[in-house]
């Protein structure tokens, strides 16, 4: 089994998924990624679909045995070994947190994708770039491959010097390679140039313009890997990233939980939404730079409603609501969801869902209701 191991701060998830839709064009590929949206087994795939109920109560019951394990170790360790007695050719880990002590950091992989990286997690990472990076770089192995988005001076420093110590080949996306042709928010198409071979008009669904540089670098992995452009073409042209400027009739649903991510949202709202009035419904950990996202979700809100999508990790509605200039609090987000949809609707403007993904997972869940 081959393994292709991805960290960073944000893009993991999506950057996972393209490489794991590719690889599975033409062979058998695991993928284990987090956080899930609606049910734990969306973390572990084989080829797209997720790991059934009864095996996925079997291998946990087995995993978890009679020890004290730490939850996400226990799901680490039941992807693998559900990826191993099924037999599969690649498996495609995304690290939970940082990387250097996360419980994926197991897998031998000759290849590693560091995603952009920036603040979240301070308190267990680190409050400098340096400090994060260090972490995450925490991945790279001896003789592998590297390949990196492109990243703030600070982090990239941290990688280069990685890479050196461990003998690793870096690869750099050059965003200068990538020509956009359309965009909307059908989806995306675009060209891009790696190793001397021009790809022309590749389609993704996603809209972000982020969703772009997220596909190339997964582009880069699967041609390192051996992988062929039709394979290249076809999975990019098949991913689709639930949660993840994720639209549905007036709403849009993005799990973005910084203010990195939070950042990229408000490109792409202010992108294609510019003259619509927006409406944000929004849920923000404690733990989370709130001042931070507050700032980025103010820049493109015409309205805020705050509710509280985690009793045991979320702020309070109220006290979220206080950071915000001007916001309306709704505690349970069942209603805070209804509530802004019904807003939406008499603005005639679309509902913005954002800053956990547990809001995201309530969103979802009354889209399917409804």
């Known amino acids: 089994m081959q393994y292709v191991h991805l960290a960073g701060t944000n893009a993991k998830g999506s950057t996972a998924q393209y ?3 590719i690889i599975s064009v033409n062979h058998s590929c695991g993928l284990f990624t987090s956080p899930h949206i609606i049910s734990p087994r969306e973390r572990m795939k084989i080829n797209g679909e997720k790991i059934s109920q009864t095996e996925y109560e079997t291998y946990m019951e087995r995993v978890r045995g009679d020890g004290n ?62 400090s994060i990076a260090r972490e995450k770089c925490g991945i790279i ?42 965009s909307g928010t059908a989806g995306q198409r675009f060209d891009f140039a790696y190793d001397g071979k021009h790809y022309r008009d590749l389609h ?85 730079d709130v001042f931070g996202a507050v700032s980025e979700i103010e820049q493109f809100a015409d309205r805020v409603i705050c509710t509280c999508a985690s009793k045991k990790r979320g702020m309070p509605a109220k006290e979220l609501a206080d950071y915000f200039a001007n916001a309306a609090s709704i505690e349970n987000p069942d209603f805070a969801f209804e509530e802004g949809r019904c807003v939406a609707d008499k603005k005639k403007g679309i509902l913005v869902v954002c800053g956990s993904f547990y809001l995201a997972s309530f969103a979802l869940r009354l889209l399917a209701e409804a």
């Open 19 to 21: 490489i794991a839709d």
């Open 69 to 130: 394990m730490h939850l996400f170790c226990i799901w680490t360790q039941a992807a693998l070994a559900w990826f191993q007695d099924k037999g599969v050719c690649y498996a495609v880990m995304e690290t939970g947190l940082g990387g250097r002590c996360d419980p994926t950091n197991i897998v031998p992989s000759k290849m590693q994708v560091i995603t952009p990286i920036s603040y979240d997690h301070m308190a267990i990472l680190g409050n400098t770039l340096t």
């Open 141 to 182: 192995k001896e003789d592998s491959i590297v390949i990196s988005h492109p990243q703030e001076e600070e982090a990239l420093r941290v990688i280069r010097q990685t890479c050196r110590a461990k003998n690793a080949r870096l690869v750099l996306l050059n965003e200068k390679e990538i020509k956009i042709r359309q």
């Open 204 to 288: 993704i669904h996603a809209v972000s313009p982020m969703q772009v540089d997220n596909a190339c670098v997964a582009l880069i992995a699967a041609a390192e890997l051996g992988m062929g452009e039709q394979a290249i073409r076809e999975g990019l042209s098949h991913t689709v990233i639930p949660a993840r400027v994720q639209v549905s009739g007036n709403v849009i649903i993005d799990g973005a939980h910084n203010p990195a991510a939070l950042a990229e949202l408000r490109k792409t709202i202010q992108k294609y939404y510019g003259n619509t009035d927006i409406t944000v419904l929004t849920a923000i950990m404690r733990d989370k």
